[in-house]
């Protein structure tokens, strides 16, 4: 148990729809990083936080959103959903800003099906 | 330039045999990470290599940040059927926000 949690687990929407991931960090953890990963793919980057702070984007597309808390909890949030969305998307949590460095600790997933 | 390249991308092995993939990369990197993922599960962090030429082992697990700081390696030895799943390498190279994966090497392993 990495102490990173997300939920829901498994989620299955329809097409033009809208979901909210949730994920809480390690205790002690400021920043969050979100990744998706496609069926066989590696870990894709989307964006990361830190204390409340946006502080690094990847290949997060527009429809995509997230935000984190005063609690240091984080949401990301899919819009208008595709039905090529549908992947494995993780949370990470690490103690310190800049990810140099830094380990970054996985949250066990969750499975996003858009039909 | 940024991408990792990690190989064997598959590994098909029988139980008790020695196992060895690496990464590398045109870039220079300041961190090196190993990760095991079983299906439908989050990446669990394995080994975490912090300078060049550092060689850290976990259990049966050992892995090394190369000379170059461009490539590492891990060995598993004596493998067991509870090593079956797929390994990344991730790393931070120089300048970089963010943590950069390589493809997975998938690990199977024959009783």
């Known amino acids: 148990d990495s102490g990173v949690t997300q939920t829901p687990k498994h989620l299955i929407t329809a097409t033009g729809q809208r979901v909210t991931l949730r994920c809480s960090p390690r205790?002690?953890?400021?920043?969050v990083y979100w990744y998706q990963q496609s069926l066989d793919q590696g870990l894709q980057f989307l964006i990361q936080y830190y204390n409340g702070e946006e502080r690094a984007k990847g290949n997060i597309l527009e429809r995509f959103s997230a935000q984190q808390f005063p609690d240091l909890h984080s949401e990301l949030n899919l819009s208008s959903l595709e039905l090529g969305d549908s992947a494995l998307y993780f949370c990470?949590?690490?103690?310190?800003?800049?990810?140099?460095?830094?380990?970054?600790?996985f949250g066990p997933g969750t499975r996003l099906t858009v039909l | 330039g940024q991408q990792l390249n990690q190989s064997p991308q598959s590994m098909f092995i029988q139980e008790g045999e020695d196992v060895s993939m690496n990464c590398t990369s045109s870039?220079?990197?300041?961190?090196w990470l190993w990760y095991k993922q079983d299906p439908g599960e989050g990446p669990v962090l394995l080994i975490a290599l912090y300078k060049a030429g550092e060689l850290t082992s976990n259990g049966r697990l050992t892995a090394q940040f190369g000379i170059t700081r461009k490539d590492s390696f891990l060995n598993i030895s004596a493998s067991i059927p509870s090593d079956v799943g797929i390994y990344f390498c991730a790393g931070f190279f120089q300048g970089a926000q963010k943590l950069v994966f390589g493809q997975g090497t998938r690990l199977t392993i024959n009783p």
């Open positions: 870039s220079i990197f300041n961190t």
């Open positions: 990470a949590s690490s103690v310190v800003a800049s990810g140099t460095t830094d380990t970054q600790y």
């Open positions: 205790s002690g953890d400021l920043s």
